[in-house]
Nanobody, 123 residues
Framework: QVQLVESGGGLVQAGGSLRLSCAAS????????MGWFRQAPGKEREYVAG????????YYADSVKGRFTISRDNAKNTVYLQMNSLKPEDAAGYYC????????????????WGQGTQVTVSS
């Protein structure tokens, strides 16, 4: 079992930046694939970014490529999502997820989820 806690959400103007963090606790001794999802009211959940356990492979949704960067610090059991050039359409609840099987990053299959952090982007 692993517990995930997100932080870093908030209100930002369009064009601004935010960095989300996801701290993992519990059983963190396995090679987790980690990812970020988002969901806005009335919209489907979107797989935004993913990263392999060693950071060697990443995935980004087309909607965020070139603006968002996922990274991880395994010594701190933390994964980050740096979000730049934010747009109003990026506003959503952002959720961290973990896959203990180390599945292919692009598949977006995860077993553990955080409670989410809200990102609001004003135009």
């Amino acid at each position: 079992q692993v517990q995930l806690v997100e932080s870093g959400g908030g209100l930002v103007q369009a064009g601004g930046s935010l960095r989300l963090s996801c701290a993992a606790s519990g059983r963190t001794d396995t090679y987790y694939t980690m990812g970020w999802f988002r969901q806005a009211p009335g919209k489907e959940r979107e797989y935004v970014a993913g990263i392999s356990w060693n950071g060697g492979t990443t995935y980004y949704a087309d909607s965020v490529k070139g603006r968002f960067t996922i990274s991880r610090d395994n010594a701190k059991n933390t994964v980050y999502l740096q979000m730049n050039s934010l747009k109003p359409e990026d506003a959503a609840g952002y959720y961290c997820a973990a896959d203990p099987r180390g599945s292919v990053v692009a598949r977006g299959i995860y077993d553990y989820w955080g409670q989410g952090t809200q990102v609001t982007v004003s135009s």
